[in-house]
């Protein structure tokens, strides 16, 4: 109630306090503290990101040559090429370095590919689902609840298993649950969006429902979608590190920190860098895209069901 009583009529005037007084040196230097911290994950991801696509053109690797003769040396040795093996090799001489550039490029690859398919299909659903009502809708959420019943890891366990181990073997395991989510939180959206009084109006003007779906409905879930798109992103990138620790989903060309892990798990005593420094680098990666999951969950919880449309009917 105080912020929207300031932004009507205006914020207060401050009140003057004592000269050279604490507070006031440290209320502007706390505010700009607080919008550094929550800038972070913004920074770190876009970090990942840039070493996805700018590592690999940097750093040549080949996942398939084994350099024996530099098996398991420690961060800052020199292998027999003269290089320096910056954070170290595995147990069959390759570069862990290189392993955790290329891993970040497959993990990012994967979470774009995976939420993308993910949130089309779910939205789609979704929006009809929620739009629809009736017996479209009771179908619809059957399904929902029915798919949602089954464990996520286990099914895209079988679905990688059962198959040529491949990149798009991956991202469909990973989709085949995860566009639920996606679904329902469309489906919400859409089940109170569509009650509101200019979609009414839209509907008794003519327009026809794909046309009320996209310009009037869909908008108000764009903000619940995107941040439900970055936990989602989080989720798949630890359930595809999973499937490669497990030995199943990616072929061993393909270059992940999952088999990254799971190659080191037999030297923890005597070379701890094969499996922690891969480790290390997922979780960073897994709790700044939570956390911006949760600054985005945040901002965009009411779904923006407050904005008023334009006069023309569609949505701000």
Not at 121 to 141: S, T
Not at 163 to 173: M, T
Request: positive net charge; contains cysteine.
């Amino acid at each position: 109630m105080t912020e929207l009583s300031e932004q009507a009529f205006g914020a207060p005037a401050a009140v003057p306090g004592p000269p050279g007084g604490r507070a006031a040196r440290r209320g502007p230097g706390r505010g700009r503290a607080r919008r550094a911290l929550a800038r972070v994950p913004y920074v770190v991801v876009a970090l990942y990101v840039l070493v996805a696509l700018a590592g690999p053109l940097l750093i040549d690797y080949d996942p398939v040559h084994t350099p024996l003769e530099d098996r398991l040396l420690s961060p800052g040795e020199e292998t027999a090429s003269g290089a320096t093996a910056w954070l170290g090799t595995d147990g069959l001489g390759r570069d862990v370095l290189a392993q955790i550039v290329y891993g970040a490029r497959t993990s990012v690859l994967i979470g774009v590919c995976t939420v993308g398919v993910s949130c089309l299909v779910g939205v789609a659903l979704g929006a009809v689902a929620g739009y629809a009502r009736g017996w479209v809708d009771a179908v619809l959420a059957r399904v929902f609840d029915v798919l949602l019943a089954f464990p996520a890891v286990l099914l895209a366990i079988v679905i990688a298993g059962a198959f040529q181990r491949s990149v798009p073997l991956v991202v469909l395991a990973l989709s085949a649950t995860a566009w639920i989510s996606f679904a329902r939180v469309t489906r919400s959206v859409a089940l109170s969006v569509r009650e509101r009084a200019w979609v009414d109006s839209a509907r008794v003007m003519g327009v026809r429902a794909p046309a009320v779906l996209l310009r009037h409905v869909l908008p108000f879930a764009v903000g619940p979608v995107v941040a439900m798109a970055t936990l989602e992103f989080a989720l798949v990138i630890l359930a595809e590190a999973g499937l490669s620790f497990l030995g199943i989903g990616l072929p061993p060309s393909t270059v992940s920190w999952g088999q990254t892990i799971a190659g080191g798990k037999e030297y923890l005593e005597t070379a701890w860098w094969i499996s922690t420094l891969p480790g290390i680098a997922l979780s960073l990666l897994i709790v700044n895209v939570g956390i911006l999951g949760d600054q985005l969950t945040a901002r965009y919880r009411s779904g923006g069901l407050g904005r008023r449309p334009n006069r023309d009917g569609s949505t701000p």
